[in-house]
């Protein structure tokens, strides 16, 4: 029989051990691993049992063990140390606070997802790991964040594997009850809530959650509640569900709900309102109208409240494909935003912002992500490759800029190495380093042998064997429930052998079926007597994705066979909980994505945190740092005459390198059985890759490259009654209105010989129709560089050029001069951009005007 309703019961602690209930309900133990063991210590077996969830320990430990440990003075102490610690934790100076004034007393982050751990499944991949480690790193420097996102009833979905390998999606519904989340209340005990006015009369309702993610405080909005009628309480049913209007409606939550979620917390509990507004990719963009309206609401314009938006919003892309980004039919948008949604915002102005009216676009399409760029002054990707793809792909939304010169810059994604590097290495680092910070220990120290890193290595491994067998036994259970498990799982991988592992999202670009390509290769090399090699996969594919399902039933059936079934294995329900013993057991990361498109990939970063070697396409993150020596590329076949050859050249370099250079060098062993050369590539993988990848090192990045300048941006734009905001928006106006005739009519140069010499002065004369502007609204620059094909400059430099007094109703002239420094073919333009102290970047209008 089922139950009809279900709920969780907290267990009452005794009064010595309350301290486990804050311990439990702040996140900091998901990677703070002295409470971590903690909580083990209650009760192994369950401990095990709550995949390492410490509410689900508690509540269902034995109240008698409770007795028994109230009882232990050595237990009590240790908790007590725990929570003392946790305290020092949230209350001391750190990196953050050693910042010079400036530095911004808050930042909204806002994200579709967080996947912070295994026990709050809300997210889906890549994209909320990354969030859930932005958190982190953030609450490890200090960094005043308060995050922004959804509660998912049903999370993503829970995956299985049917027998003849094909994904099946199921959606149990999770009690925020025995979540570690507490409703934001009022003083009378109300629980805090937002309201968004819907089209048609009606109004969506959403409570207010919050997470304690160490120092942050993490809010989650929730329409399953009793104020909303059956349709609206679905809005937050799961991550990523529906389309359509239900994905709007989630997004309209996320963005405007969000920020009336902040308001209400600063409110309650007198936290700094944030000065800076970080959009995570454009789910969440909505939340800069809901910040205009506000403005609007105290006597601003639309176009000046739009200044003071963009000035504090920091906008990151996360995709690298048109295909990956949020569109709506404009007709849809203009249904919500010509209610009373947002006091004051007209609808046109809305649809502006959002609008494909650019060389390419789709007219009646509405774009979250054109509608981030335009409404964020600050963008960046999350690679360097990335960042180059995005201004690509956006260029169009500066119609005349060369590519580098679009204003989208890069933060390569870090990893939170406390989260994802496993304990027996933290273990390693801190009896022979005295560390447990391995970003920033000497692992080339001799004090770490390399039979030390090999056991450790080892240990990994096997590890990751137990828990694939556990793993398989499990879901063999679930397919053929009451039958014996075959005694094959007994033997599924081996411990010894060289493990390859890949797992991630399965769209059909990261080619999760690539090293199928040859068959009867891969079987050779699965199965080679002296070399062999084992690969663990893992993954979901989205549920309406049919071709990413075919890919995965396509390499299960191949797996299937018993000469390969103990040797190729995927493992159902990619989580955290999985990944952290995957990436550490794992000898080589495998990515191959279709290059350029794997925006950043940090599976492979956690990888290497553990020492792992990589074995990837350059793309993303491994194009940027990628050595030689801590692991191999995959070369792209670029020039290829189509995918299927592509294919073809590409697996066959992957295979060549894993029978020809990876398993040689790992299985080349010495006397002692440490496979020398291997290990000093796990050495320089930790001592070069573990600073770099650290999601530390990003979240700093992100300060100073931008949160800092963003909120002194908003702060200069806001003073004496936002009149910087009403300044320009005037004169970006003005600048509008004249831009059509601004021109440049005519350049002299001289100042070199006949024939150009390196050390000349080239000295450049530029006469530029201004049409009613001043020399001081505009930039007037030589752009120099390498001349090639066509006449298109490389390699460009900007030498700014500076206005000579003009008689009325003259072209002004413009004067400067370009050193000739290095030999070789040399290309000049020269190019007028607006300039005004309040914009980031020349090209932030989108205009500009070339000499012909």
């Given at each position: 029989m ?18 486990l ?6 996140l ?39 007795d ?20 020092s934790y ?7 606070q ?17 996947g ?17 480690d932005?958190?982190?790193s ?34 149990p ?14 003083p009378?005990g ?18 207010v ?18 104020e ?44 700094p ?57 404009s ?12 006091p ?33 002054q ?44 496993d ?78 592992g ?26 080679s ?19 990413g399902?075919?890919?995965?039933q ?11 079934r ?10 955290i ?12 990361w ?12 940090t599976?492979?970063?956690?990888a ?28 792209s ?17 992957m295979?060549?390198l ?19 050369r ?8 930790l001592?070069t ?37 009403r ?58 560089g ?10 460009t430099?900007?030498v700014?050029?500076e ?18 420094t ?12 607006p ?12 205009l500009i005007a070339?000499?012909?």
């Amino acid at each position: 029989m089922k139950a009809i309703r279900r709920f969780t019961v907290r267990t009452v602690l005794p009064e010595s051990l309350a301290g486990l209930e804050e311990l439990a309900t702040n996140l900091r133990w998901s990677w703070h691993e002295p409470t971590r063991q903690l909580f083990a210590q209650l009760s192994p077996a369950l401990w095990e049992e709550s995949a390492h969830d410490p509410i689900g320990l508690l509540g269902e430990i034995d109240p008698s063990r409770l007795d028994e440990l109230a009882a232990d003075h050595a237990f009590v102490a240790q908790m007590n140390e725990r929570l003392d610690e946790l305290h020092s934790y949230l209350t001391e100076p750190r990196w953050y606070q050693s910042l010079p004034a400036g530095a911004p007393a808050a930042i909204g982050y806002f994200s579709p997802e967080f996947g912070i751990a295994a026990a709050l499944p809300q997210y889906s991949g890549g994209l909320g790991i990354l969030a859930g480690d932005h958190l982190k790193s953030a609450s490890d420097l200090g960094v005043p964040i308060i995050g922004v996102g959804l509660f998912y009833r049903a999370g993503y979905f829970a995956q299985a594997i049917s027998a003849d390998g094909w994904q099946q999606e199921s959606y149990p519904v999770l009690d925020p009850d025995g979540l570690p989340l507490s409703v934001l209340r009022h003083p009378d005990g109300t629980a805090g809530q937002v309201a968004l006015a819907l089209p048609d009369g009606r109004t969506l309702y959403a409570r207010v959650w919050q997470v304690a993610v160490g120092r942050i405080r993490l809010l989650l909005l929730d329409t399953d509640i009793p104020e909303n009628d059956d349709e609206l309480r679905s809005v937050t049913d799961r991550l990523y569900g529906g389309g359509g209007e239900h994905r709007l409606l989630q997004e309209l939550l996320l963005g405007i709900g969000g920020v009336r979620a902040i308001k209400l917390f600063t409110e309650l509990t007198g936290s700094p309102t944030p000065e800076v507004f970080h959009t995570n990719e454009g789910h969440a963009g909505f939340l800069g109208l809901e910040r205009i309206s506000d403005l609007i609401g105290v006597g601003l314009s639309f176009d000046e409240a739009l200044q003071v938006v963009r000035a504090g919003t920091v906008f990151t892309t996360h995709t690298p494909v048109p295909a990956g980004i949020d569109r709506f039919d404009s007709g849809l948008i203009g249904q919500y935003f010509s209610s009373e949604l947002l006091p004051g915002v007209d609808v046109d102005d809305v649809l502006l912002l959002g609008a494909e009216n650019y060389e390419g676009g789709e007219p009646g399409t509405f774009n979250m992500a054109v509608m981030g760029l335009r409404l964020g002054q600050r963008a960046n990707g999350v690679s360097q490759l990335h960042g180059e793809v995005s201004r690509g792909m956006f260029g169009q939304l500066w119609p005349g800029f060369d590519t580098a010169d679009v204003p989208i810059t890069s933060v390569t994604n870090g990893v939170h190495a406390p989260t994802w590097t496993d304990p027996s290495l933290l273990a390693l680092a801190a009896s022979r380093l005295g560390t447990t910070d391995t970003t920033s220990c000497d692992w080339n120290s001799p004090a770490v042998t390399d039979l030390d890193l090999w056991e450790v290595r080892n240990g990994m491994r096997a590890q990751l064997v137990q828990d694939a067998r556990r793993r398989v036994t499990s879901a063999l259970a679930e397919q053929n429930p009451g039958t014996i498990t075959p005694q094959w799982v007994s033997g599924l991988l081996d411990p010894d052998v060289l493990t390859i592992g890949f797992a991630r999202r399965v769209p059909t670009y990261k080619r999760l079926t690539l090293m199928l390509h040859d068959e009867d290769r891969l079987r050779s090399i699965l199965l080679s007597a002296d070399r062999p090699v084992q690969i663990v996969i893992a993954g979901k594919s989205h549920p309406a994705d049919e071709e990413g399902k075919r890919l995965i039933q396509k390499l299960v059936q191949f797996a299937s066979s018993p000469e390969l079934r103990t040797r190729l294995v995927f493992l159902e329900n990619y989580d955290i909980a999985m990944a952290q013993l995957l990436y550490p057991g794992t000898d080589v990361w495998l990515n191959n994505p279709l290059r350029p498109l794997e925006a950043c990939g940090t599976s492979g970063m956690k990888a290497a945190l553990n020492g792992s070697l990589n074995l990837s396409i350059l793309d993303g993150w491994w194009a940027e740092f990628y050595d030689e020596e801590n692991g191999w590329a995959i070369p792209s076949a670029d020039s290829a005459g189509d995918s299927a050859e592509r294919d073809k050249l590409e697996a066959e370099a992957m295979y060549d390198l894993i029978e020809h250079q990876i398993a040689p060098r790992f299985y080349d062993r010495g006397s002692d059985g440490v496979p020398k050369r291997w290990v000093q590539s796990i050495r320089h993988t930790l001592a070069t890759l573990s600073p770099e990848l650290s999601a530390d090192r990003m979240v700093k990045e992100y300060v100073t490259r931008l949160y800092v300048p963003a909120a002194e941006a908003e702060r200069t734009i806001s003073a004496k009654s936002f009149a910087g905001a009403r300044e320009l928006a005037s004169w970006k106006q003005r600048v509008f209105d004249a831009w059509p005739l601004v021109a440049v009519t005519h350049v002299e140069s001289g100042g070199v010989d006949t024939v150009p010499q390196v050390g000349d002065i080239l000295h450049v004369r530029a006469h530029v129709q201004l049409d009613g502007l001043t020399p001081d609204d505009v930039a007037v620059e030589v752009v120099y560089g390498r001349a090639r094909e066509g006449d298109n400059l490389e390699r460009t430099h900007h030498v700014a050029l500076e206005p000579e007094t003009a008689a009325p109703g003259v072209a002004v002239q413009f004067i400067g001069a370009v050193p000739l420094t290095r030999a070789g073919s040399f290309g000049y333009n020269v190019r007028v951009t607006p300039k005004h102290p309040l914009l980031a970047s020349a090209a932030e209008l989108g205009l500009i005007a070339v000499a012909d």
